[in-house]
């Protein structure tokens, strides 16, 4: 491992040298363009548009934030540049290049309203051949909006779609990446994690969609800015909000009501959003007409601020998040639980003269749960988290196009978790630690067949446990080769590690909330190795075909002990896990139809105490059919059928009787009851059936002299088809998923 780090420091030292005696070289008589791009009508960042030089046949995407950068290009000359976005007139931009100096335009698309035969689509190319982004998948809020909605508009259950993400049917919104667990999953609103982003038991994110403006969803291979996790990577950037006028809208599904406000301030623009249930008769759906006594509220908040006089070429801003859920049985017998996120944020972006970007931001995120058993016989659970979070990034660009990154992370992590033995005490297996993350990675862009990342992240400190220099290091590497100008080879792999974990029971069909707490100093940190590779051919400008094949290994798996007997036993066991298969996707999209194709082939296990099982959320083969249909006019059609093969499930073996002795004061041979026990077969053998189902949704969109008003229709389960659930091990009744569901949105807009 030692070897290995150290030919990683060499290969980037080389890189630097090269890129330094390079830069004095090219910098002689070439510029930089650099600019942002927005929407028109709201000031706000138009992530991942197309900008492309004509004379030249090369360009960029813009970023999270809208801006974008394209170095090396001859001085004194004038260019044209298109700039394109789907779903926006494309436009045009003259611009002149001066010698060793950046040119800084702000681009403003307006919206284009669909006609048939109205809107050319131009600009749509291959703009970033080299581009390491295997793994990745990028939503735009545009995307967002046109995503069949079930009951409502969640993006935890559009990601279930995509290829290489499993689920456990249609009861809960949690997901599993590439075989590894949901809880190695990362999720981060505006760079804060949020540690349980779930509202009612489960069934959808706390994250209301109308906050979002982009989102990146790195399915494994994640480079090395990100850490912590596992499996995944869930990036959520926010609205800045109006920066033009002041507006704000209401919405209302059967489930909840939830409003927004926006507008401008001096020098920039706030956004606050707020949601609330009303009425959990829709739930029972979810669980089989059982009452669902859930109540969640969630409201978020964002200002931000740019004033080019005060400091030129920064964006400051504030964010907020809380969420709060209840869910009260009023039946003494059943047990009651209460959760709640809360989220604080700080965040100073800074552009220079150069193309260096940096930003530093300080967070504070929360969680509290309980678990109060009332009367049930359930032991009773309460966790509390809090992670202080301190986070600085630099970015420079050099006239090469290469990139250099580097970053310090602190997060200072306090965990408590009150669990209760079997002779009902109390005690806490929290903790707390202090975790500084170093990492740094060069981005090798200079040819343009050819792209590398290749970086490491330095652990300086652990949370908890033994400080081995083996758990220092997180060595990582992206690439892509060009073979042709539409295919290209991709590739990467990295090494991943866990410290903090959840109180997760495999053998739970539906939790209602996992306690995180830091992995305890008896069993080492999880770690994950990631291999995987792929190959893009785009067919033609609007249709595109992608393949990618990955493996996972996991070592020191933290797993509940299922053969815990003593109080004194240790509540986690340290297991394995591993995990590979194969993704495809081919898309066709343009103005009118978007037309998405998936599936993908995967094979899920884990090892604990020498034996070998398959997870619950283990799947063999799933794939995906999404057609949207903009019809012009306000009109929008999108359909939706998913395919899954059977999960595992632990069969009966047979049955045994056992004695209840009713009267102790009878004979023994008259006083007893013998009553059959269900023997369970080896862990997961079994299979459930198929499952398939699909959602239709139509909606209209109807402008008005001050306001606009759109309405949308959808159908969950079209031909009602039973998926099963689980069967009852008790009984052996057989519960099913959701029937056919009619659900309608309505949503006013100001």
């Known amino acids: 491992m030692k070897g290995y780090c150290l030919r990683c420091f060499l290969v980037l030292g080389l890189l630097l040298i090269i890129s ?80 060793n100096k950046v040119t800084h335009i702000e681009i403003e698309l307006s919206s284009a309203s669909v006609e048939l035969g109205v809107v ?35 993006i935890f259950r559009s990601l279930q779609y995509m290829p290489g993400v499993q689920t456990t049917g249609d009861v809960s919104a949690k997901f599993f990446v590439r075989g590894g667990a949901s809880n190695q999953n990362l999720i981060l609103l505006d760079k804060i994690p949020i540690y349980n982003p779930f509202h009612a038991i489960g069934l959808f994110s706390v994250i209301d969609p109308e906050m979002i403006n982009n989102v990146e969803f790195f399915k494994g291979g994640f480079t090395a800015e990100y850490g912590g996790r596992l499996s995944s990577v869930l990036s959520i950037n926010s609205k800045d909000g109006n920066q033009n006028r002041f507006a704000g809208n209401f919405s209302s599904s059967f489930l909840t009501a939830k409003a927004l406000i926006e507008g401008p301030i001096p020098y920039g623009s706030f956004i606050i959003s707020g949601r609330k249930s009303y009425s959990a008769d829709i739930l029972k759906k979810f669980l089989n007409d059982k009452n669902v006594p859930a109540e969640f509220y969630d409201l978020a908040f964002k200002v931000s601020f740019s004033n080019p006089n005060l400091i030129e070429g920064s964006k400051i801003s504030a964010q907020g998040f809380f969420s709060h859920d209840d869910i009260l049985n009023p039946s003494p017998f ?167 974990t959840t109180l997760s029971d495999d053998n739970e069909l539906l939790s209602v909330f996992e306690p995180w707490f830091i992995t305890p100093e008896y069993i080492e940190p999880a770690r994950a190795v990631h291999y995987t590779a792929g190959i893009d051919y785009d067919m033609t400008e609007t249709m595109k075909f992608s393949l990618e094949s990955y493996y996972k290994k996991i070592n020191s798996l933290p797993l509940l002990n299922e053969e815990k007997l003593f109080p004194n036993d240790p509540d986690l066991v340290s297991g394995e ?72 499930f632990t069969k009966k073996a047979g049955f045994y009787d056992y004695a209840s002795f009713t009267d102790y004061y009878s004979p023994w041979y008259t006083s007893f009851n013998s009553q059959p026990d269900p023997i369970f077969a080896s862990k997961n053998l079994g299979r459930l059936p198929d499952y398939h189902r699909l959602d239709l949704s139509i909606s209209k969109k109807i402008d008005l002299s001050f306001f606009s008003v759109e309405i949308n229709a959808s159908v969950i389960n079209v031909y009602d088809r039973e998926n099963i659930f689980y069967f009852n091990k008790d009984t052996g009744e057989r519960v099913n998923m959701l029937p056919m569901i009619p659900t309608a949105t309505i949503k006013v807009e100001l």
């Open 577 to 648: 896990g591993e995990s590979y298969g194969v993704e495809a996707q081919y898309c066709w999209l343009n103005q009118w139809v978007s037309f998405t194709l998936s599936y993908s082939r995967s094979w899920a296990y884990k090892i604990l105490n020498g034996r070998r099982y398959y997870p619950k959320y283990d799947q063999r083969n799933s794939g995906s059919v999404l057609l949207e249909l903009n019809l012009g006019k306000g009109w929008k059609v999108s359909s939706i059928w998913n395919y899954n093969s059977g999960l595992p």
């Open 120 to 154: 050319q689509k131009i600009g749509q190319r291959v703009v970033e051949k080299n581009a390491t982004d295997i793994g990745l998948q990028r939503i735009s809020m545009r995307e967002l909006e046109s995503l069949p909605k079930g009951v409502e508009t969640d």
């Open 334 to 500: 059943i047990e009651d639980y209460t959760l709640e996120n809360n989220a604080f944020g700080f965040r100073w972006f800074q552009v220079g003269d150069v193309p260096l970007f940096f930003e530093i931001g300080v967070s504070v995120s929360t969680f509290d749960g309980e678990l109060i058993p009332k009367f049930s016989g359930v032991r009773p659970k309460k966790n509390e988290l809090s992670d202080v979070g301190l986070e600085m990034d630099f970015t420079y660009i050099f006239d090469s196009k290469d990139e250099i990154a580097l970053g310090l992370h602190i997060h200072d992590i306090q965990t408590k978790l009150f669990l209760e033995n079997s002779l009902g005490s109390t005690h806490d297996v929290g903790g707390k630690g202090t975790q500084i993350s170093f990492y740094t990675k060069y981005k090798l862009l200079r040819y343009e067949s050819l792209g590398i990342d290749i970086g490491n992240r330095f652990n300086l400190t652990r949370l908890k446990g033994s400080e081995s220099a083996e758990y220092m290091f997180e060595p990582r590497i992206s690439l892509t080769y060009r073979l042709h100008p539409l295919v290209a080879l991709k590739a990467a792999a990295g090494l991943y590690q866990q410290e903090i």
């Open 20 to 99: 330094f005696a390079n830069k004095t070289i090219l910098a002689q008589g070439i510029g930089s363009f650099r600019g942002v791009v927005t929407d028109s009508s709201n000031g706000e960042a138009l992530a991942f548009a197309n900008v492309y030089i004509e004379e030249l046949s090369t360009g960029a995407s813009s970023d999270t934030r809208g801006y974008f950068v394209i170095t090396s290009l001859p001085a004194n000359k004038t260019y044209r540049a298109i700039i394109s976005y789907l779903g926006y007139r494309s436009k045009t931009v003259t611009f002149t290049i001066q010698s």
